[in-house]
């Protein structure tokens, strides 16, 4: 119960009101067709309070995060309660008190975004928001005819575009029903769970406390889908048990920092990105899953042989016996996540549900697991703290997703109505000479910066909607550009100099952060060869259409990277280092020639 503030009727409200954004975007699912101009808006008023006042501080911040939030509800119920009358409007602002709420809008959307997740982002959205507004008196190809300001505005508060447009869409109806089936998962038993399968799994091995941080963390990942999460949660327990087994500090950072980041590449939820790149791409959600999971698995397959690797220079022992779980507790824990799972997967892929309807069933299944512990005793007690946690926890991470969606789709809504991202993708193609590998360098740069400033989700949006066109126009098929640029939005996690991933585990730790970031890029190496693999090696994604050919690619992309991985860890020697990694590019990029 400590989640909740202190005294009665602050617990109360708060939990009413998470109970309420849950139980609402639940009833979204099962209640048919409502209106985007009413459900978008609503998912809004539902997670300003959250967003600007839940976590504040006392005295000013909280004071002006409600007041801020007064203002944005009172705006958002406005547009879903005038819904009828402003969709025949067409996006055009009619008088000043629509003015007024579009500015509310706006200004709630960045402050929210600040709020959230710092400057970067609602900076990038504010700038996006004056080249709209003055761009027609910026000369030559840049700037553009200009709009006039009811019309602008109206696009992007009133209309179905802006920050009511399909990326809001996406966060409404399916990424926050995947959150809160992860916070359902997370505020039970299933963490605990993770934990003992990955160390009953790998525990026993050489560099067993590593494996179990690499095991983990890929099952964690995949309900999380936040390195930083993942970094603080398996951590907690990884990083003492490499420590107490004398693993070096720096390599045991490194490890976590590494495995954690790959909790946003592993299906199901990838982070959110998965759902924005169905909206994104029209590729439908089961399609997306089949194209990234061995990707994926590469990473984590590549992580996995640079741990063997430093368990040959350092001797890295196993888990000791005295910590492995009994197979009781690895059966029965287990099942808090496999049945849920296998309600996910059954409803998707056996009974052909929706992903968001399959979804909502696995959050029944999870819900009533909360109510027995690891002994299937009943504790009321526990079970309410478990509740508490579960709406709590959803209630912040919806809130978290929805401001960066919120304030992204600002800036695509700018770049849709002055068509600016048709004029940066010709930029590329001219600066690349209208070839794919310069373009395919020149966006991964963009990623790499971008994403040491904003979340990787919101970095692959902006990235992807003025380079994604470019790179198609070059011959990529959509799902590939748009994987190549989910995957480089993920750099910065371990790439100096803001790698949040690294900086969390060296923290945890007590390691100076760039001994760590650089064991982290040597053994992620994974993370920046395989986007190239998958351009390189299309088959890789095509394992629904063509699995002998995708399994072929997968094993000509795994012997490049064990080279590699071997040649930055295990070799001993320059040349040795030299040979072997050029071995290994030469194998990852025959799939060009063969």
């Known amino acids: 119960m400590d989640m909740l503030p202190k005294g009665r009727v602050a617990a109360a409200f708060w939990l009413l009101l998470a109970a309420g954004l849950v139980f609402y975007h639940l009833a979204l699912i099962f209640s048919g067709l409502v209106p985007n101009l009413v459900s978008r808006p609503l998912h809004m008023a539902f997670i300003l309070p959250f967003a600007l006042v839940f976590a504040a501080r006392p005295g000013w911040q909280r004071g002006s995060g409600l007041l801020l939030a007064l203002l944005g509800v009172g705006a958002a119920l406005w547009v879903a309660w005038r819904s009828d009358t402003l969709i025949d409007q067409y996006g055009f602002l009619e008088n000043d008190l629509q003015t007024a709420v579009a500015i509310i809008l706006l200004l709630v959307t960045l402050e929210t975004a600040r709020r959230a997740i710092g400057w970067p982002l609602p900076l990038v959205a504010a700038a996006a928001l004056l080249y709209g507004l003055l761009g027609q008196h910026i000369p030559g190809q840049f700037g553009h005819s200009g709009t006039p300001l009811p019309s602008f505005l109206g696009t992007l508060t009133i209309a179905e575009g802006g920050i009511w447009g399909s990326l809001t869409g996406v966060s409404v109806s399916v990424v926050s029903i995947f959150v809160i089936f992860g916070a359902v998962l997370n505020a039970g038993e299933a963490g ?134 009994a197979l009781r507790d690895v059966i029965v824990t287990s099942l808090f996540f496999l049945v849920p799972f296998s309600v996910l997967l059954w409803s998707m892929f056996g009974a052909g549900f929706t992903p968001e309807y399959s979804a909502a069933l696995a959050i029944l299944a999870g819900t009533l697991l909360l109510f027995v512990n690891g002994r299937f005793e009943i504790d009321r007690r526990l079970i309410a703290e478990r509740l508490v946690r579960a709406l709590l926890t959803a209630a912040k991470q919806v809130s978290l997703i929805a401001a960066i969606i919120l304030c992204a789709s600002i800036i695509i809504g700018v770049l849709s109505i002055t068509g600016l991202g048709v004029k940066i993708t010709s930029l590329i193609l001219e600066g690349s000479g209208g070839l794919l590998w310069p373009s395919l360098l020149l966006t991964a740069l963009a990623c790499l910066v971008l994403g040491m400033e904003v979340p990787t989700t919101a970095a692959y949006v902006i990235c992807v909607s003025v380079a994604g066109p470019a790179l198609t126009q070059l011959g990529l098929a959509p799902l590939q550009a748009h994987l190549f640029v989910f995957w480089f939005a993920l750099l910065s996690t371990i790439t100096p100099p803001v790698c949040g991933a690294v900086f969390i585990a060296a923290g945890m730790i007590g390691e100076n952060w760039l001994k760590v970031a650089l064991t982290a890029m040597a053994l992620g190496v994974g993370l920046y060869l395989i986007p190239l693999g998958m351009i390189a090696n299309p088959d890789l994604l095509r394992l629904s259409e063509s699995p002998g050919a995708a399994l072929l690619a997968l094993a000509r992309l795994a012997l490049g990277l064990v080279l590699i991985s071997n040649g930055l860890i295990g070799a001993r020697g320059k040349l040795a280092t030299l040979l072997l990694c050029a071995a290994g590019l030469a194998v990852i990029f025959s799939g060009l020639y063969f």
């Open 192 to 325: 605990q769970g993770f934990m003992n399968v990955a160390a009953a799994a790998a525990g026993r091995l050489n560099g067993g406390a590593a494996k179990v941080s690499v095991i983990s963390s890929a099952l964690f990942g995949s309900i999380s889908g936040s390195a930083s999460a993942n970094v603080a949660s398996t951590g907690a327990i990884t990083l003492p048990a490499m420590t107490r087994l004398g693993y070096p500090k720096r390599l045991a950072a490194a490890v976590e920092a590494v495995a954690s980041s790959g909790g946003q590449i592993m299906p199901p939820l990838m982070g959110a990105g998965a759902f924005v790149m169905v909206e994104l791409t029209g590729v439908p959600y089961t399609a997306i899953m089949a194209a990234a999971i061995l990707p994926a698995l590469l990473y984590f397959f590549a992580v996995w042989v640079g741990i063997n690797a430093y368990a040959r220079r350092f001797e890295l022992r196993g888990v000791d016996a005295a910590d492995h779980p």
